[in-house]
């Protein structure tokens, strides 16, 4: 047993597998001390390595190293093994270290994409303020005590499906507003009135 650990041509994999066990209790340490080393690799990574599209996932990133180590060492031991089997010797591991490397990869990113399918995204509600903005009515029109529904877009351009109702009189279908109150379910909307042609000299 001695022997195995002792072996030249499987330290690559022994490296990863105590690389693994170092990152799990420095993780697990760093937790409750509040100096966790993902930490202080996301402050030192580079911007294009964060913004990779790989590396956009629901959990956290640490994983993706983990997982890492865990196929490099797996795939290495299997390699080595079979070839144990077969040839009664280990190949030297540079010979062995590409291959290894390749099936890591490959399983890799098959764990994170199927850890990504099965975590639900985390959604963090937000209010859109739409008061004072412009909107259009646009099914049916509106009285007190009966809303309507309008169309109005926020300060990022994103186009919402409101109700309306106003304090008083109507607002009709296709009419321009303006949201100048929220209640519970709704919007209070203001009719804009129509420009006055009094001075126009046409």
């Known amino acids: 047993m001695l022997e195995f650990f ?3 041509d499987l330290m690559p994999f022994h490296f990863s597998v105590l690389a693994l066990i170092l990152l799990s209790m420095a993780e697990t340490v760093g937790y409750y001390i509040g100096l966790r080393p993902s930490t202080f690799l996301k402050r030192i990574s580079p911007h294009w390595l964060s913004d990779a ?9 640490v ?6 180590l865990i196929n490099f060492s797996f795939a290495g031991y299997f390699l080595q093994l079979c070839i144990f089997a077969s040839q ?10 590409l291959p290894a490397s390749v099936i890591a990869i490959f399983f890799t990113v098959f764990m994170i994409h199927c850890l990504d399918q099965v975590i639900k995204p985390k959604f963090t509600p937000t209010t859109v303020n739409l008061l004072g903005r412009l909107a259009t009515v646009s099914s049916g029109n509106a009285r007190p005590g ?24 109507e607002l009709e279908f296709q009419s321009q507003i ?9 919007y209070i909307a ?5 420009p006055n042609d009094l001075f126009n000299l046409e």
């Open 63 to 68: 994983l993706i190293f983990v997982f890492l």
């Open 146 to 169: 009966f809303s309507a529904q309008a169309r109005v877009r926020d300060e990022f351009g994103q186009l919402h499906y409101v109700q309306v109702e106003p304090e008083f009189g």
């Open 190 to 194: 203001k009719k804009i009135s129509k």
């Open 88 to 97: 009664e010797q280990f190949f030297p591991w540079y010979y062995v270290i």
């Open 53 to 61: 599209p790989l590396l956009q996932v629901k959990f956290a990133r």
């Open 6 to 8: 002792l072996e030249y």
């Open 178 to 186: 303006i949201l100048i109150r929220f209640r519970k379910s709704h």
